[in-house]
């Protein structure tokens, strides 16, 4: 196949994997409860076709002919990327796949059962399981430097330990301090956030933002789910998750904030990879960044919540009367040592990740067996945090990552928050403030500079390419230690 | 392949028929309005895979080399089913059906366009095309008798003009003198039906009729469309759809009544056919009888509304304080000649039918021609009702299948009708009075009843071998009479 029979014969691998996020969407959102096996056979069956094409020993041998074949720049990135996904696939023994699959299908259950009566041999077996075919998986696709590095790769392409152990460990003990500092301070008070609050009235608001964000519902969706996520079935039907919490404020606007942000771009890749391979993400980590830029540098500035705080206190004057919009501001950015990531604020947040990014790395370069996964683990958390987790549920059991053999895949979480603090520092040197930005309501000239700057290219750039070209230097930790340093510093006046 | 590995070969054909049922599903009543085009892709996508898998040529020499093989029973049915799917799709020229599938888009948009402007001027070069392209399909596919056997076997295997002659055309005297008999009586008021009811009550008082037949929400959805119907994502997911009208009372409640009938034949499918391409309905004739079964003989009868309609005052006293029980029967069994299909009531039903199955076969016969339709419409509708249509949008522009090709459709629906009342005539000799066992909300065994001598046989048997099996002979119009004659004759004092 020439380059253009090639982007003909991989439409089909783009229509197939939105036909799967539908099954997926549909499966979160709305199917029938006994109808989940048969689900998984047609995800299976659709997920088959997309490997069967994408390893087809054409697109092997029509890639090695491309190699010295003179293509337009936006040929070579579509050959590029194509040339990865096959080469990642192809080197996968298909009973590495199978036994992973069915290994973490039956680990994710044992998961279950294990954090549901918090003990931890439940789940032993079938992590040692796991991570041994991870270590294979590895293996099978190669790596220069450290094991691990084959595994952060599929998840953030180039990415490794090496530059891990800069950005995320070496963040540790700054952020560390920082929160010991913090926790020296008198703690705002955010019980009102813990009420009822009416989840009616918490769809109006959610439903209100998006549009004052302009995202779109001709082409997109917001429903309801246990664990808000977003998934495009299309280039103009992006669908964005969210829950409403009957006792807790917090969840469902932050929520649907951050789903909004990956929303947006996956809505926005630009019309010359519209139905390609290349319609995609450059990257989780790149991903993370706009869902954390609208979420954090957006949602919990104090701009924002000057612009529509009288409003919310207005929907909830039972909750919010009594409140003035500098202790609903600090409310909503309270800093707290806690044992639960999916709860942290943006200071500790990171240090959730780089405790599991150390016990991943080290389990896959066997430096600490499965069995001593727990304590090393409650280590970890005791000089991060100050304090020891009392169950299993509340440590090492606490997440479904592992489970699933998704291993390497919790430092784009982190990257995601510094990637969004290095981009917004560069525009706000064009645009201005982003918290006067966001106060007078300027969200289509952020959304704009995000789009052209970010989402138009898609995955026709490495995430290291859009980094060094918006901001003229490679991924660092210092904008996000400024940003939270700034913040912080002034929230608790240290 | 042998017997076995055909079975297994075609179960991704029956995985994607599900795929592609929840891209439509989706489509009708999620997906965002922009999202229209891609998806459009995505179904002629997996329709693609299912046809290139359907008539791959190693099913047609496995076929050929299993006719001569031992077969258990239900083998021999899988082999037939299977080889009559793939010899419908083998004779039809890969032109043909994709001519076929963009004429019938453009003649859609164009139907649409006509009859919003009331111009049939603007359908009809496309009807041309379309029926010179179905005959064209009629030969292709080949037929003993009428070239519109070709075309009805698709929907209704077996049937044939000559047999329809005698069901459907043999009716229209009887049909059209009751009509007049019941027309020289007075009208029931039914005005009390067209006011405004709560949407949300209509919505209650569905899902509580649903749970009174025991439809199983754990397998199965009611959701909301601008044409409702039954679609079956899985064997444990049906989804059926309904509307709710403010100013109407009828179409939700027999709308959900109705598809909630096509649902349990479709959840109702036996274990060993489950899965495999003989999990569908037998014909959609029987399809139909089990819509009009439980909307119709369940639904419409006094034993119904004997049973319910203290509940639907209850919940309605705005509109029905002052409707007695009677005069709520007389209401919703209203009979009037009307120039709508999907208006009418159960007598008028079928002549609409017969209609346009005189109109169609005779287009097919090429013995009137296009352009001429209109006027054999008002003429056959003048007949029959009695009155002349004044506008093509009452008239011939009314309804849609024949812009999308569908031709030899129209029958099934009438098909249902007869085929409800010869089966009941049975289950009634075996569970007693149909209007009795309602009245004391004997669901469950009228759903067995039905399940064990229908549903469970999915397309493992023929219309006609499954009525023959049940009532002892072969379907005739004289049950439906029968029922149609005794229940208005007593509704109108006839």
Redesign the interface.
């Known amino acids: 196949m020439n380059i253009g029979e090639l982007k003909e014969y991989t439409r089909?691998i783009y229509?197939?994997s939105?036909?799967s996020a539908?099954?997926g969407w549909?499966q979160e959102t709305?199917?029938?409860?006994?109808?989940i096996?048969?689900?998984g056979?047609?995800i299976a069956?659709?997920q088959g076709?997309i490997h069967d094409r994408l390893t087809h020993e054409t697109v092997g041998s029509s890639l090695g002919r491309l190699a010295d074949a003179p293509l337009s720049d936006l040929d070579r990135r579509f050959a590029a990327k194509l040339k990865r996904d096959y080469d990642r696939s192809t080197r996968l023994p298909k009973a590495l796949v199978t036994g992973l699959a069915k290994a973490a299908s039956s680990a994710q259950a044992a998961w279950a059962r294990a954090r549901e009566n918090n003990d931890w041999s439940l789940f032993e077996p079938h992590l040692e399981t796991i991570i041994s075919l991870i270590i294979e998986k590895a293996e099978a696709i190669g790596y220069e430097g450290h094991v691990y590095d084959a595994l952060i790769d599929e998840y953030e392409p180039g990415m490794t330990v090496e530059t891990l152990e800069q950005l995320l460990v070496g963040q540790a003990p700054a952020l560390s301090g920082l929160v010991k500092r913090i926790a020296e301070k008198p703690a705002p008070d955010d019980s009102f956030l813990q009420q009822p609050y009416d989840t009616g009235k918490q769809e109006a608001f959610s439903r209100f933002i998006l549009k004052e964000f302009g995202f779109?519902?001709?082409?997109?969706?917001l429903d309801v789910t246990a664990h808000p996520f977003t998934t495009s079935?299309?280039?103009?039907?992006v669908r964005i998750t969210t829950r409403y919490l009957p006792g807790f404020f917090n969840s469902a606007i932050f929520g649907t904030i951050h789903e909004a942000g990956h929303g947006f771009y996956e809505l926005g890749f630009g019309d010359d990879i519209r139905?390609t391979i290349l319609a995609e993400g450059a990257s989780l980590g790149m991903h993370e960044s706009q869902s954390r830029t609208w979420e954090n540098l957006i949602g919990r500035s104090r701009g924002f919540w000057e612009r529509y705080y009288p409003k919310l206190q207005q929907l909830f004057p039972e909750n919010l009367a009594g409140v003035g919009l500098e202790s609903f501001y600090k409310a909503v950015n309270k800093v707290e040592r806690s044992f639960i990531r999916v709860e942290a604020d943006e200071v500790t947040y990171n240090l959730h990740i780089i405790l599991r990014y150390m016990l991943e790395k080290s389990l896959v370069a066997g430096q600490i067996p499965v069995r001593d996964l727990p304590e090393a683990w409650n280590m970890l958390c005791t000089e991060y945090f100050g304090m020891t987790p009392t169950s299993f549920r509340e440590g090492v059991l606490q997440d479904i990552h592992w489970s699933m053999g998704a291993v390497g895949y919790f430092p784009t979480y982190a990257l995601g928050n510094l990637i969004a603090s290095q981009l917004a520092s560069v525009m706000e040197k064009s645009l201005g403030s982003m918290n006067e930005l966001v106060k007078s309501g300027e969200f289509p000239r952020i959304h704009a500079w995000l789009h052209d700057n970010i989402h138009v290219h898609g995955a026709a750039a490495t995430p290291g390419e859009l980094i060094t070209a918006i901001s003229g230097k490679p991924l660092s930790v210092d904008p996000f230690m400024d940003y939270i340093g700034g913040k912080y510093t002034r929230l608790y006046s240290l």
């Open positions: 089909d229509h197939l939105r036909i539908l099954l549909d709305c199917m029938p409860s006994r109808a096996e048969e689900r056979d047609q069956l659709i076709l779109p519902l001709d082409r997109g969706r079935l299309g280039a103009d039907d139905g």
